[in-house]
């Protein structure tokens, strides 16, 4: 009769359905190989600012003005994905970029900043990104939270584009891209696939939010060239970077065929600084600014 009692206890646990692996875990997904090269540059404890020389189209005219990538290391929470204030078991790595564009359109500035998080362990989506552009007419902000699908939320002041929230299949993300092209270039997946565009070339250009058939290349010259290429949208991204680690990023075109004119919007790099920048909010760092040119 004990025997038999065992048993029954041996097949109910064995029976004991295991918990179902969360979308965002991202457990089967593939693993990267971080070099100590990696670790050493990027888990240092500072972020790396680099400044560049910006000409950008907008309403149909070259406007000169100042752009900066701001890439850096930090502990994520999955769950609220936000930055934490510390690890744990409930945090992951990530490489966050933030990305700004400030240029003027006459009387009137414009101000560009986005953020994109992208997990460090595993080869998966982008796990949050955010996008908001400002200027004297209004403000429009949107958000991607990749918790299963991409949950999205779009706001602007245009009619028509007002509030909205919907979700998509997640895919590659232009925006990731940038942070994918610093970790390790030659681990791009290149070919023709689905890619959800720049948030803020969606948001400048009143274009729906939803992946678009694109076609990525690589080739090496003086720099290391990645284009993505949007034939549906007369779209362009062509991004230079050095060839070796840290595999820097030199300058960046952006290429619009419009019915009348074809728009190369162009970025050059100025100068880069690894520091601890957060630290530095005193006005004796304002020297700083000088050194990159802002």
């Not at 080869?123 to 902000?141: A, H, R």
Request: net charge neutral.
């Amino acid at each position: 009769m004990k025997y038999i009692l065992i048993l029954i206890l041996v097949s109910i646990c064995s029976c004991k359905t295991e918990p179902q692996t969360d979308s965002r875990s991202n457990a089967d997904a593939e693993r990267r190989d971080l070099s100590e090269t990696f670790k050493s540059y990027w888990y240092n404890g500072e972020a790396e600012l680099s400044s560049y020389e910006l000409e950008f189209y907008r309403y149909g005219e070259k406007r000169e003005g100042k752009a900066m990538l701001i890439f850096v290391t930090e502990d994520f929470l999955k769950d609220a994905q936000v930055k934490a204030n510390s690890p744990s078991e409930n945090t992951i790595s990530v490489m966050k970029l933030n990305s700004t564009k400030k240029f003027n359109t006459g009387i009137y500035p414009y101000s560009i900043m986005q953020s994109a998080f992208l997990p460090l362990k595993n080869q998966v989506p982008v796990l949050k990104l955010t996008s908001s552009i400002q200027e004297w007419c209004g403000q429009s902000y949107a958000q991607l939270n990749h918790r299963g699908d991409f949950e999205i939320e779009a706001h602007s002041y245009f009619e028509g584009e007002a509030d909205s929230t919907f979700e998509i299949h997640p895919t590659l993300s232009e925006n990731q891209i940038w942070i994918q092209l610093r970790i390790n270039p030659k681990q791009l997946e290149l070919g023709e696939q689905e890619v959800l565009p720049d948030f803020s070339y969606l948001q400048l250009n009143h274009k729906k939010f939803k992946s678009y058939k694109a076609e990525l290349k690589q080739s090496e010259g003086e720099y290391l060239k990645t284009n993505i290429t949007y034939k549906g949208l007369g779209r362009t991204v062509s991004i230079y970077q050095q060839k070796s680690f840290p595999f820097s990023i030199e300058k960046w075109e952006e290429t619009e065929i419009t019915p009348t004119d074809t728009l190369i919007s162009k970025a050059r790099k100025i100068k880069t600084l690894k520091t601890k920048y957060w630290e530095q909010n005193s006005s004796k760092y304002l020297h700083l600014r000088d050194s990159l040119s802002l």
